[in-house]
């Protein structure tokens, strides 16, 4: 069992940053992926970002890509998710959740466990 424990959302202008922090702990193994997701009102969840534990590969979605930093400390078993130049459209839920195996999914169904969510609204 894992737990992911999230934190760092907020509400922030329009073109402001905001970082977030996913901390994880239970029984992670040596190969798994750290991945971000959202979720706007009315909308499914989707693939933010993602980060291969062993080896460090990471991948964003287009839309972030240029101004989100996805990033890790192996020693904390956390993940931060760097989030710069923010538009209202980046509003949402946002979630962190952990993937065993190395291959990095950007569906969420292909993760195992979620943490509990947190709010990020920026404001226009």
């Known amino acids: 069992q894992v737990q992911l424990v999230e934190s760092g959302g907020g509400l922030v202008q329009a073109g402001g940053s905001l970082r977030l922090s996913c901390a994880a702990s239970g029984g992670t193994l040596s190969s798994y992926v750290m991945g971000w997701f959202r979720q706007a009102p009315g909308k499914e969840r989707e693939f933010v970002s993602a980060v291969r534990w062993s080896g460090g590969s990471i991948y964003y979605a287009d839309s972030v890509k240029g101004r989100f930093t996805i990033s890790r400390d192996n020693a904390k078993n956390t993940v931060y998710l760097q989030m710069n130049s923010l538009k209202p459209e980046d509003t949402a839920v946002y979630y962190c959740?952990?993937?065993?195996?190395?291959?990095?999914?950007?569906?969420?169904?292909?993760?195992?466990?979620w943490g509990q969510g947190t709010q990020v609204t920026v404001s226009s």
């Open positions: 959740g952990y993937s065993s195996g190395s291959y990095v999914y950007r569906s969420p169904r292909n993760y195992d466990y």
